[in-house]
């Protein structure tokens, strides 16, 4: 009778089914599915277990020897039995066993004997069904021994027979990858199948927000994972906070999002068990009651004072407790106080309260109890009581874990596992329940579900999709980076939700819809699909009409005769656009052309048809803003300050008809508008109100920055983006006009005022050094900020910035009159009120469309301020446009601020009445007192307006005192405001004048029939006037006894410059005289307000040259346009004109401006090209060329020490670079991420190499088997990725460089040791020997140095012109710590079977050389290039070529050139010629100066005739002329000598600016003049930190400017000085010896 097996195929026996697939030809045995696993052997024996099972197997069929051919073996096969199912089994002994069966195996095949036995079933069934093995298989860290076995059984045929008929291998890998691709989560430590419980512990104080949606899904993935179970646990610990109303509310929000805990408790269960385990302390002496004033016990804490309680007797305690528990006046004053340790450098373990009295009633158990533990003496306890195995809990819990530990120890409970992870912090939006709660309360928000706010109903009634949401959640996964997210992110997660089921309909804007007109069509209804992609949606009726409307934004893109697109319906051919007076279309008469099917270059347009059958639904739209105006609130903000008003903006709408079947919560979208959810859904009239309730609509965020076009098609878009651009500088004054901003300066000053502030907190934050992330995203506010600055006042903001006084508008007729009136007049420092021009008449007619001009002018730019819909801004253009159409329809000429119609002139009034009007005008625009005139405002005195002016003046004083004072913000936003108040009233005041002056400017007019101006002055007395100005200038200034002896000192002064000129005096001596005859023009001009001039009254020559000079150049740039005109006309194909006007040269100055100095010379001299990947460039043949130079002197060089050549591929699977968390967790911000091929999404992200440690290293794993197998010396040149975030600089910091990387491995330290300076020495000859650069070599100091490594050395160079120096390369020793984590080992040949880790290096230079020999060596013609790495050492240019010059002459001259050219080549000298014909000699010299070629030669017809040539150094402009026949002996020398020159300047400059010192003084003071410094330093890095703190300077917030504080550069080897027993650190505070001489400095 065959036996029967029964197997439960959701945890199979594999060992079982070994057996029986073995024993297939000799036992029949039968395998059925069943719930559990068995042999029944007859009605009374069942075997339930994989060993019994698979003895009683074996027995069956001795012969096949599955149980051992001996007894010996036998046992050894229970041996092995019992091993598979016990500690194989049990995850807490896995590791140890994997660990034993990997020795047993080192010299085995099978387990037992020389074939598999029952034995080897067992144990690789086990292994086989373990998904942790499963992992380190497949990762490649299981032991190789056990590895070896497992694989080779795999390929056995009854192995791969049970493997095909179990579920896929990968089911665990399946899990895994699975949760890669869903989020960064990590299996949780100890965990087991079945056995984990995890708990949600929220507190019924409020609504959830998503940060606990978070944390439930969190706890929940977990759940599922294992299927262990979830604990819903309320945390009801305060009673003063908990509310029934909350956890009911808590519990549905649960619900929604699909949660299902396994059970529910509360912490008030446990309260008389976590009571006892209180009193447990006390008796212990680990718990005390304190009575210590709350204030002065946050003191104690923090300066870690004993309370005077804390010596208290147990009985004392005791009797302390009774009057807590009784709620007694005595017990209320008192909490207990855990007995930890108050030294602790944790604040959370100096004695925290487990305890506190409150007598208010708790919301379940009443006033039973009058003590309440706290949630941090609660949880653990309640954790390990309901069996929880792993808490999860944000990182911000980190520093209470210890205590979580000590609570858990103390009291002898069960361990929990504390796994942490990042909190959900998003922008724009507060997360605190406290801080939530004062919205509600204030009455900002609707209540906790606003949909504004964070928590899960509120964006959920925003639209939030439940799947949405987690998706968002498990795609963050467990991650422990605490980052700030926008809002965006989970928005763009919500739309991959809804997009493929939203149904779609149509809606207009109710304002400004306009009808069009389609003769022929009839009304009718169709079913067309609600969703174009997805049919499941279904069906929805959409009506036909003659009459349809669409958007008037779209009305007003359209043109007679275009076709467009009506979506759903067809093409239609516009045949009439309809407007009105003011130029905006009134309806459209068109034409169905169904027919035509060429919907690609048509605008597409919604619709709604006008049919009594299907009336339109009254709709609302509602939009909402950030309910908090910054993205990242640093710690010291206070929220209020920055909350957010006119949040919620409504649109009434035309809504589909079929919008009225909406139901509360359904999410649609709206063609061409977003996507929307129905917060309120339509109801018909009401019987009482007779008015229906409107479908309320809320925008759904989609996750875009940009708005969806609303206007036409993205064409259209762009063409009323034009339009608008258009109209924007129509509005725009000419020249000559001036307009207020539309701008406040209150505006301007308090959003300057929040970006000091923000620079302030960004300097705080790096201050204290605080976490990367928060330090990113406070930079990324401040930049936001500047960003709005500049929108709103058109400059960049700039330390001290205030707001610009507008000008005076210019008041030029009864029109301008009125803008006078919107725009006014701001003050300004010695304002007065102006005179307006004589007012233009205008008709009635053309009067009222310059006053709707006017107004509907201030209506746009209100708009553009106040950031509103781009919808609502181009209807505004749009219109104005039309009213400025009209006006010229009306007048003959395009609008102008302050144009007026033109009338005819006005009957000619007798002479006397416009003589008494003109004097009553010339009197009101001296501000001298007039009478008013008709319908005129009283005018205010001079008098008055003076009186304000001083106001405004001392008041302005006020507020830039209170600012260079840093004075509290409200104090100076109080004097701000009285500034702005006393501005007003000047502004009123000059309104009132001028108001006076037009009306009789007006009378004039009327009187005359003419404008009025003032009376031309006669040209004598003008000059006379002239004349007599200047003579009282001469008198006041230049004439005085000051001035004269001024003047005397300065000829004495310019006497001694000369001389000292004329006999050729000492450089030096020259400027010092030169800078006080300077110094003494300035004091003159200071007195006298004018130049100096040489006696006689008379110009010098230089004077006169340089006026002379200056004139011409203002004559050319005047004459620019008309000259660009001419050539513009030019035919193409034409000749260049003699002159060829060329920006060459730099415009910036090395000492002046280095940054824009360093991009003009690594572009103009064509080493770079920049390239539309930010932070990528492209590199040039002059630049390449060096790095090949660099390159090829290298690889020689490492060739001779044993050094081979690899590559190695530049992906990095996401495993490999995890590897090593703590080496690349300095890379990580900067890795760029591959995540698609093509359209598809990659299953995993493949980093792109930053690095080549965790590419190279598992290599060397497995080829390093012996000693035998080192020294390995590899070396591979390549790119890497570091995506900077920093601000990137071409070679100095870029995202993509090439480099050099070696990577060695030796057998012994010393070997390792002796290479590091070996590859050190190359470094410093490729600076010194090639590119002649003077280094400092030097070891890293412990803050410095390579993360992972032992130590570090470094050659740093020091580039005076920034005063800053730069790491030029380093060497690394790794010591064993890279082998350790990649397991990299090698047999010890000493001690046979023992295994050795080797030792490593790994070194590498960067392309940033070129950068620095650019900075090193450059001035202000150019590079200057070291003769050893130039490109071209020498250019050949031929001079002289002139039109008398024969053309035969002039072949020679140029055969000469290439001759030499030749010569030199032959010689080994790298030499060019520049033969071009279209450039002049003297633009080739400027040409190669700027690239830097080391030699020029000129040859010239004279010099060929002499058998001669000309050589000019760049270095220092030296021209020497040499004979043709020693040429490239001559060169060669000077080559030479360039190249020693180069490096002796270098070397020089870098010794005259390193200094060392032993006192902060010095070290500061000499720090500020842009030195490097050798100063004392103990060496620790704390003290690094400081001196890096306190030698900043609060300027600016750029990373690595010259205001940043110096940081260690190295240890050098060859100190200035000796050090002294006894010198301290130079660290201020510090009482340390030092140990070494540390170069410091500001570094890149």
């Known amino acids: 009778m065959a036996a029967t097996v029964s197997i439960n195929p959701a945890s199979p026996p594999i060992g079982v089914l070994l057996a029986v697939e073995h024993l297939k030809d000799s036992v029949p045995v039968q395998v059925q599915e069943g719930k559990n696993t068995g042999l029944k052997v007859n009605g009374d024996v069942t075997f339930t277990t994989v060993p019994s099972i698979c003895r009683y197997l074996a027995r069956l069929a001795p012969g096949k020897h599955l149980y051992g051919t001996s007894n010996l073996e036998a046992t050894e096969v229970d041996h092995w039995l019992e091993f598979s199912v016990g ?103 100890g965990a087991e199948m079945e056995k984990v419980v995890t708990r949600f512990p929220p507190e019924a104080s409020g609504f959830l927000h998503v940060g606990h949606a978070k944390a439930a899904l969190l706890n929940q993935y977990y759940q599922h994972a294992f299927q262990g179970k979830l604990i819903m646990r309320f945390d009801d610990t305060n009673p003063a906070k908990e509310s029934a109303e909350f956890e009911k509310v808590i519990l549905e929000d649960i619900s929604m999002l699909d949660i299902k805990p396994d059970i529910f408790t509360h912490t008030s269960d446990h309260f008389d068990r976590i009571q006892g385990y209180a009193e447990k302390l006390i008796r212990d002496g680990l718990a005390y009651v304190d009575n210590t004033d709350p204030e002065v016990m946050k003191q104690e804490r923090e300066q870690k004072v004993d309370s005077r309680n804390r010596t208290n007797t147990v009985e004392k305690n005791l009797a302390m407790w009774e009057e807590m528990k009784k709620g007694s006046e005595v017990g209320q004053r008192c909490c207990l106080r855990a007995k930890i340790d108050m030294q602790s450098p944790n604040g959370c373990m100096r004695d925290p309260t487990i305890y506190r009295c409150k007598t208010e009633s708790h919301v379940r158990t009443g006033t039973k109890y009058k003590v309440y533990p706290t949630y941090d003496f609660a949880c653990p306890i309640v954790d390990s009581v309901e069996g929880v195995t792993h808490a999860l809990r944000t990182t911000e819990y980190h520093d209470r874990d210890d205590q979580f530990n000590w609570f858990i120890g103390k009291l002898g409970l069960r361990p929990v596992h504390i796994w942490e992870y990042s909190r959900l912090n998003l922008q724009n939006t507060v997360m605190s329940k406290r801080k939530l709660t004062w919205f509600v309360e204030q009455g900002l928000v609707d209540g906790w579900d606003d949909p504004r706010f964070p928590t899960v109903r509120g964006v959920m009634r925003r639209g939030m999709t439940v799947e949405g949401l987690k998706q968002f959640i498990v795609a963050q996964g467990g991650s422990r980076a605490v980052v ?40 009718e209804m169709k079913e067309v699909p609600k969703h174009p992609k997805n049919p499941d949606v279904g069906q929805k009726e959409v009506w036909y009409s003659s009459r349809v409307y669409i958007d008037g934004q779209d009305a007003a893109t359209l043109t007679e005769g275009e076709v467009v697109t009506f979506i759903n319906w067809g093409n239609v051919i516009v045949k009439k656009i309809n407007k009105n007076k003011s130029g905006a279309v009134e309806s459209i008469d068109a034409q169905l052309n169904l027919e035509n ?49 006119d949040t919620k903006m409504e649109t009434v709408m035309l ?10 919560g359904d999410i649609i979208q709206l063609q061409r508008r977003g996507y929307y959810i129905c917060d309120v859904p339509y109801e018909p009239p009401s019987r009482y109100s007779c008015q229906p309730t409107p479908c309320v609509l809320f925008h759904i965020p989609d996750g875009h920055q940009k708005e969806m076009p609303t206007a036409g098609s993205k064409a259209k878009s762009k063409k009323a983006d034009k339009v608008e651009k258009a109209a924007s500088k129509k509005e725009l004054p000419s020249p000559k006009e001036e307009v207020s901003p539309s701008f406040s300066p209150a505006d301007e000053l308090a959003l300057s005022d929040k970006v000091a502030a923000q620079g302030d907190s960004v300097r705080q934050l790096k201050g204290r050094k605080a976490d990367k992330a928060e330090v990113d995203a406070a930079v990324k506010s401040l930049l936001a900020l500047k960003a709005e600055y500049k929108a709103l006042t058109g400059k960049d903001w700039k330390p001290g910035a205030t707001a610009p006084t507008p000008a005076a508008p210019a008041a030029s007729s009864a029109g301008a009159d009125a803008v006078n009136e919107k725009i006014g007049k701001d003050w300004k420092p010695g304002a007065t009120a102006p005179t307006p021009a004589a007012p233009a008449a205008s008709s009635a007619g053309a009067d009222a469309v310059n006053e709707k001009i006017k107004a509907q002018g201030d209506k746009v730019r209100q708009l553009k301020t106040a950031k509103a819909e781009k919808a609502e801004i181009d209807a505004a253009v749009k219109a104005l446009l039309a009213l400025k159409a009209e006006y010229k329809a009306l007048t003959g000429k395009d609008w102008k601020p302050g144009a007026t119609a033109p009338t005819p002139a006005a009957p000619a009034a007798s002479s006397a009445g416009a003589d008494a009007v003109n004097e009553k005008i010339k009197a009101q625009g001296d501000h001298t007192p007039a009478p008013a005139a008709p319908a005129a405002s009283p005018a205010s005195s001079t008098a008055e307006v003076d009186a304000v002016n001083d106001k405004i003046k001392a008041q302005g004083e006020k507020v830039r005192q209170l600012k260079t004072a840093k004075a509290e913000k409200a104090e100076i936003d109080a004097a701000v405001k009285a500034l702005l108040a006393l501005k007003a009233e000047y502004k009123a005041q000059v309104d009132a004048e001028v108001k006076v002056l037009l009306a009789l400017k007006a009378d004039y007019k009327n009187l005359t029939g003419k404008d009025w101006k003032p009376p031309k002055e006669d040209g004598k007395k003008k000059q006379e006037g002239k004349s007599q100005e200047k003579a009282s200038q001469e008198t006041s200034g230049g004439s005085s006894p000051e001035a004269e002896k001024l003047k005397a000192q300065i000829e004495e002064q310019g006497n001694t410059v000369r001389q000292l000129k004329g ?37 010098g020559k230089k004077e006169q040259k340089k006026e002379k000079e200056q004139k011409k150049e203002k004559e050319q740039k005047k004459d620019q346009p008309k000259k660009a005109a001419k050539e513009a006309a030019k035919p193409e194909g034409a000749m260049p004109g003699p002159k060829k006007v060329t920006r060459l040269g730099l415009e910036a100055k090395k000492e002046e401006n280095l940054s824009d100095w360093y991009s003009q010379v690594i572009t103009k001299s064509e080493m770079i090209e920049y390239y539309d990947v930010s932070g990528c460039y492209i590199l040039r043949p002059t630049s390449y060329s060096i790095w090949e130079k660099i390159k090829d002197f290298f690889d020689a060089e490492i060739k001779k020490m044993g050094v081979d050549n690899v590559y190695f591929p530049i992906f990095v699977s996401k ?40 590419v190279m290293y598992p290599a060397y794993a497995k080829w390093i088997k012996s000693h035998r197998d080192l020294p390995i010396k590899y070396n591979q040149w390549n790119n890497v990725v570091r995506w900077e975030f920093k601000h990137p600089q071409p070679f100095l910091r870029t995202r993509e460089f090439l480099w050099q990387e070696g990577h060695s491995a030796f057998a012994t330290k010393d070997e390792a040791d002796e290479e590091v300076l070996a590859i050190l020495e190359l470094y410093a000859r490729v600076y010194e020997d090639l590119m002649a650069i003077p280094v400092i070599r030097g070891r890293k100091t412990e803050k410095e140095k390579f993360a992972g490594g032992d130590y570090t050395t470094t050659v740093e160079v020091y580039i005076s012109a920034s005063g800053r120096a730069i790491q030029g390369a380093t060497s690394h020793h790794l010591g064993q710590n890279f082998s350790k984590m990649f397991e990299i080992v090698f047999e010890d040949p000493e001690k046979p079977g023992e295994k050795k880790f080797v030792w490593q290096n790994s070194w590498g230079i960067t392309t940033r050389t070129i950068g620095v020999m650019v900075m090193v060596h450059g001035d202000n013609k150019g590079l200057v290039m070291p003769p050893v790495v130039a490109r071209d050492q020498v250019v050949v240019i031929p001079c002289g070529i002139t039109a008398n010059l024969s053309e035969e002459d002039k072949a020679r ?28 000699p003297g633009w080739k010299f400027n040409h190669w100066e700027l690239k830097g070629t080391p030699i020029r030669m000129e040859v010239g017809p004279r010099d060929m005739k002499q058998n001669q040539f000309v050589a000019v150094r760049r270095d220092t402009g030296e021209k020497l002329t040499l004979a043709e026949g020693k040429a490239a002996e001559k060169v ?48 620790a890095i704390p003290c690094e930190d400081k001196i890096k703190k306190d030698s900043a300077r609060d300027q600016d917030i750029e990373p690595g400017a010259p205001s940043m504080g110096a940081k260690g550069l190295c240890i050098p080897f060859k100190p200035l000085r000796e050090l002294q027993p006894g010198t301290k650190c130079v660290c201020e505070g510090c009482d340390c010896d030092a140990k070494f001489y540390t170069l410091f400095g500001r570094s890149y």
Not at 1068 to 1097: H, M, N
Not at 1458 to 1479: F, M, P, S, V
């Open 1063 to 1099: 006999s050729g005096a000492d450089k030096a001596q020259v400027d010092a005289e030169v800078k006080q005859l300077l110094a003494l023009k300035e004091q003159f001009k200071s007195l006298t307000g004018e130049d100096v001039t040489p006696a006689g009254g008379k110009k």
């Open 597 to 645: 099917t060429d919907y690609k270059k048509t605008a597409k347009l919604t619709w709604l048809a006008d049919t009594p059958k299907a009336p339109f639904t009254p709709t609302v739209v509602t939009h909402f803003d950030h309910i908090i105006s910054k993205g990242v609130l640093a710690k010291e903000d206070e929220f209020k300050n920055f909350v957010n008003k």
């Open 1532 to 1579: 060669k020398e000077m080559l030479d000598t360039i190249q020693t020159d180069l490096y002796s300047r270098a070397k020089k400059n870098q010794d005259d600016h390193m200094v060392a010192i032993d006192t902060w003084g010095d070290f500061c003071s000499n720090l500020d003049k842009g030195m490097i410094i050798q100063a004392p330093y103990c060496g």
């Open 1215 to 1254: 495993a490999a670079l995890e590897r090593e968390k703590d080496h690349i967790a300095d890379f990580a911000p900067e890795v760029a991420w591959v995540t698609k091929s093509g359209d598809t999404d990659l299953a995993e992200p493949i980093a792109i190499r930053p690095t080549s440690e965790t």
């Open 1453 to 1480: 001259l140029l055969q000469k050139c290439q001759e030499y050219r030749k010569a030199l080549r032959d010689a080994g000298i790298r030499a060019t010629d520049d033969l071009r014909d279209n450039y002049s």
């Open 484 to 523: 700030v997210m926008e809002w965006d992110k989970i928005w763009a997660f919500n739309k991959k939700v809804i997009d493929p089921v939203a149904p779609r309909f149509n809606a207009l804007q109710r304002d400004g819809a306009v009808l069009v007109n389609l003769p022929g069509v009839k009304d």
């Open 87 to 189: 500690r194989l089994g049990c995850p807490a002994d896995f590791a140890d066993a994997v660990q034993y069966l990997n020795q047993v195996l080192g010299p085995r095949t099978f387990l037992i004997g020389h074939s598999a036995t029952l034995a080897d079933f067992a144990v690789w069934g086990a292994l086989r069904g373990n998904n942790v093995w499963l992992n380190l298989l497949d990762r490649g860290k299981a032991p190789p021994h056990v590895a070896r076995w497992f694989r080779f059984l795999e390929e056995q045929a009854e192995f791969k027979a049970v493997a095909m008929a179990l579920p896929a291998k990968p089911e665990a890998s399946k899990s895994e990858t699975r949760k890669q691709d869903q989020g960064k989560f990590v299996e949780l430590p």
């Open 655 to 664: 809504g589909d008809p079929c919008l009225a079947q909406l139901k509360k």
